[in-house]
């Protein structure tokens, strides 16, 4: 695997462990490059840190920050404009430049709802699947590296069936009818993978985003979640694949 590569794209600290974790620490312990961009907090800030230190524990390099701001949290990039702010163009081509840079084989990012919904999430995904595209054309974004085209694109998402399951665990009921769930139908997943051997790891790196423990989001719900039901999200990460540009054999599974 030491020819392999691997390129993550999130909008926030702790999504590349939550979303991609398993999957970072199995091909780093394989011997392949991995690294992630992140669109959201700058540097020198605490979520910058604990970032860092939970890219050291899935083997995935340093942060990649594109340094805009998340959200309303004036505090995550100070003076630099909001993520969802930022014009398409731009975003696009500071992600061309990682992908030109890191040279991946395989790009992972959220799927086309970002996963669960959140705004930054999509706007991601969009930015991402745009980046993808235009990294390859000589004629777009001089200046930024040689073109550079991955052979496949995979978009981290959830089986309908698990997300119900969970949702009784989490909320002690089913979802009212017609509200709006997170994840695809389970004939749209292309790949999954048994990340068991990397769950401890993967929580480790979830542990290091100390803040968002504390602060009570979508991490809270995680650790909050019966063991059983915590154990199916540490140990199975699954994706979509969205274009496929390379040999056949070339995939995240």
């Known amino acids: 695997m030491t020819d392999f590569s691997v390129l ?3 909008a926030h600290p702790d999504d590349e462990a939550i979303w991609t974790g398993g999957t ?3 091909y780093a312990e394989e011997g392949a490059k991995t690294a992630v961009v ?3 907090w700058a540097e020198g800030t605490v979520r910058a840190k604990e970032l860092a230190n939970s ?3 899935l083997g995935a390099g340093e942060p990649r920050l594109l340094g805009y701001a998340d959200g309303g949290k004036a505090e995550s990039a100070p003076g630099a404009p909001r993520f969802l702010d930022v014009p398409f163009d731009e975003a696009v081509g500071r992600v061309v430049e990682h992908i030109r840079d890191v040279r991946p084989d395989v790009v992972l990012t959220y799927d086309g709802y970002g996963s669960y919904g959140h705004p930054e999430h999509v706007y991601a995904h969009r930015v991402t699947m745009a980046a993808v ?3 390859g054309y000589d004629q777009l974004y001089p200046g930024t590296g040689e073109p550079w085209r991955p052979h496949a694109l995979y978009l981290a998402t ?3 069936s698990v997300v119900l399951a969970q949702w009784r665990d989490v909320f002690g009921a089913d ?3 017609g509200q709006t769930l997170p994840g695809v139908p ?3 997943v292309d790949a999954h993978i048994d990340v068991s051997p990397w769950a401890e790891r993967k929580w480790a790196a979830l542990q290091a985003h100390e803040s968002e423990v504390g602060r009570g989001a979508s991490m809270t719900l995680l650790t909050a979640l019966p063991e059983p039901a915590r154990a199916v999200m540490l140990s199975n990460e699954w994706y979509r694949r969205i274009g496929f540009t390379g040999p056949p054999t070339t995939t995240v599974a």
């Open 8 to 10: 993550c794209v999130h």
């Open 158 to 160: 959830i089986p309908r």
């Open 38 to 40: 992140t669109c959201t």
């Open 175 to 177: 979802p009212e009818p």
């Open 55 to 57: 890219l050291e524990i």
């Open 24 to 26: 970072l620490a199995k």
């Open 186 to 188: 389970d004939d749209h």
């Open 133 to 135: 595209e235009a990294a």
